[in-house]
């Protein structure tokens, strides 16, 4: 069981910076890959970013390759999003998840936190 509390979320404007975080519980957290989704109103939940057990490889969302940074730390169980240059369209709750692959897909993650909210006014 892994249990992901998600925090950093808030109000920015367009062109600003935020920083996600992405607690978890247990001692196996180093063995999950971890990703970051997010959900608008209205939308489905669509990927975002993913990494690695090791945090060699990662993934992103074609919208926000280059702004966008998945990193974690294994010996303080987290995993960290920084979000730069944001946009008015990355307004959305954005979860976390554990899964033991990395994916896109949200069906592959297994633990889910309970969101975090990021609104970018333009």
């Known amino acids: 069981q892994v249990q992901l509390v998600e925090s950093g979320g808030g109000l920015v404007q367009a062109g600003g910076s935020l920083s996600l975080s992405c607690a978890a519980s247990?001692?196996?957290?180093?063995?999950?890959?971890m990703g970051w989704f997010r959900q608008a109103p209205g939308k489905e939940r669509e990927f975002v970013a993913a990494i690695d057990w090791g945090g060699g490889t990662t993934i992103y969302a074609d919208s926000v390759k280059g702004r966008f940074t998945i990193s974690r730390d294994n010996a303080k169980n987290t995993v960290y999003l920084q979000m730069n240059s944001l946009k008015p369209e990355d307004t959305a709750v954005y979860y976390c998840?554990?899964?033991?692959?990395?994916?896109?897909?949200?069906?592959?993650?297994?633990?889910w936190g309970q969101g975090t909210q990021v609104t970018v006014s333009s």
């Open positions: 998840a554990a899964g033991p692959v990395i994916s896109r897909h949200p069906s592959e993650y297994a633990y």
């Open positions: 247990g001692r196996t957290f180093s063995r999950y890959c």
